[in-house]
């Protein structure tokens, strides 16, 4: 199956890319020794105009005796979602039967980068499987959860930030194509002039289902007294397919996945209070009498936009409160409450319930909730451990479980769920309230006074906001720390795009 003589044209390394700044996953088998990313005369390149093809070139250089080679490449938009991937046996690569120590690995690959505007970060990996799996998989014998389940990762490489590709648009000027990926297709225009008989085969407008769908979706009118503030009214192409508007909205998330964050984009831009699950030292907090009952459960404040006037919010610390009958009371209300949680989901929702989930890099939200507990909990946190908060052994409990818990219920809750990622929070705020003034119906004032930036927030509270650098954590994480991490939380960040490396 392998050629010893094939060979391609290797590009003078002279100019490649500085590997001390990558970060590396390596069993010690095999190690990353050059990367290049070149323009198709083998000249290093970046930015590319969209839609050019670029040229990737790497060499592990193998440690220790492997079975059949497997390289590929993987890249991530900014939010660290994966926009594309590949490897030698997907691309049809003859490989030897096995390669011994000393032995370098050559891979050159392609990519097309069909994608829209923007920087994308690299990875690069070695992997191996048996000779005879990998000739199954070759010849279309087996199927890919068959040979994922005999590969063996060898080393995993995600390049520093000098060598992310940057994509800009042609030199014509021109748009290739709208969204993330430029994908196959085909348009066709028919023009029949004024009177002409239909065509037999054409669907008539009350028979095009997904604008019917469309419509059935469409948000109704908002409150006209706030039209005078109103940013514009919600972009129903924007709309998740909610169909009932939520009294009683939860923002959850794991403790330190940007939580506090949307409460402040909440109270901005909705003129409303969020409530806390959780006693707030100086705020309004739910109180027990002498008998056990509890005090009032609401408490009053004014809206600053105009026209001015006085609302409820729970109080903080409402948790014991918040029983079935409560939650029921509440959605019957033509108020809005908003509370903000940490705990498992309930096990049902009401119709008028809606949920609000955050999620973060796994890595960060545990690294942040690591120092939190530091900060304010120092007498119960004085001897904890990065590890105890990795495998979960903290309050919050574990961040996969709590993730998956929270997942199970987007679809039973039909558009009432909506998932939010940290990491988009801080660039696409009206985007964000224009999906949550669908989920609840409430118009959003985009157009009076300007959000405080983080480094606002940061000077006010300095623990609470610490340095929202999503990418902070990995210079922290020891190799025992980020392989725990792995272990631990792979199958679950996964599922959301997010890179462990």
Excluded at 128 to 138: L, V
Excluded at 299 to 313: G, H, M, N
Aim: charged letters at 20%; one cysteine or more.
């Amino acid at each position: 199956m392998f050629n010893e003589s094939a060979s391609f044209i290797w590009p003078n390394f002279s100019e490649s890319f500085e590997l001390s700044r990558s970060v590396a996953t390596s069993d010690g088998k095999a190690t990353l020794t050059q990367f290049a990313v070149c323009d198709k005369n083998g000249l290093p390149a970046t930015p590319f105009p969209q839609g050019q093809e670029a040229h990737f070139y790497y060499e592990f250089k193998v440690e220790q005796p492997l079975a059949s080679p497997i390289g590929g490449v993987m890249l991530f938009d900014s939010l660290d979602r994966p926009v594309h991937g590949k490897n030698s046996i997907q691309h049809g690569v003859q490989s030897p039967e096995d390669v011994q120590p000393g032995t370098l690995l050559r891979f050159h690959q392609t990519i097309s980068l069909d994608l829209c505007e923007g920087e994308y970060r690299v990875v690069v990996g070695l992997a191996s499987t048996d000779w005879d799996t990998y000739c199954g998989y070759s010849s279309g014998v087996l199927t890919h959860g068959e040979l994922h389940g005999r590969l063996t990762q060898h080393c995993r490489v995600r390049l520093g930030d000098d060598c992310k590709l940057v994509v800009i648009l042609p030199e014509t000027g021109k748009l290739l194509h709208h969204g993330l990926v430029n994908l196959p297709g085909s348009c066709s225009l028919a023009v029949l002039p004024d009177g002409q008989p239909r065509p037999q085969n054409s669907i008539e407008p009350s028979q095009n289902r997904s604008q019917a769908t469309f419509e059935s979706a469409t948000v109704a009118p908002v409150n006209r007294e706030y039209e005078s503030n109103l940013k514009g009214e919600p972009d129903t192409s924007d709309s998740p397919g909610i169909l009932t508007k939520c009294r009683l909205i939860y923002l959850s998330s794991y403790p330190r996945s940007g939580n506090q964050w949307f409460r402040n984009l909440i109270e901005h831009y909705f003129d409303r209070r969020v409530s806390s699950l959780y006693p707030e030292p100086g705020c309004g907090n739910l109180e027990m009498n002498l008998d056990g009952s509890f005090g009032s459960t609401f408490s009053e404040f004014q809206t600053i936009y105009p026209p001015v006037t006085t609302l409820r919010r729970l109080v903080h610390g409402c948790g014991p409160i918040l029983d079935v009958q409560a939650r029921d009371m509440l959605t019957r209300t033509d108020e809005y409450f908003f509370v903000k949680t940490h705990e498992p989901p309930f096990d049902q929702y009401l119709d008028k319930e809606g949920v609000i989930y955050i999620v973060r890099h796994p890595g960060a939200a545990i690294w942040s909730y690591f120092h939190y507990l530091q900060d304010y909990h120092s007498n119960t946190a004085l001897e904890l451990t990065l590890e105890e908060v990795i495998l979960g052994n903290v309050t919050a409990g574990s961040w996969s479980d709590h993730v998956q818990a929270w997942l199970k219920l987007k679809k039973a809750m039909d558009g009432r769920f909506l998932l939010f990622r940290y990491e988009e929070l801080r660039s696409k705020e009206h985007s964000f309230c224009k999906v949550v003034s669908l989920l609840t119906g409430l118009p959003w004032r985009g157009s009076i006074g300007f959000f405080p930036s983080f480094e606002q927030w940061h000077n006010t509270a300095p623990k609470l906001y610490r340095s929202g650098n999503n990418e902070e954590w990995r210079q922290f994480f020891s190799a025992h720390q980020l392989e725990l991490l792995r272990k631990c939380h792979f199958h679950a960040a996964e599922k959301l795009g997010y890179l462990l490396a």
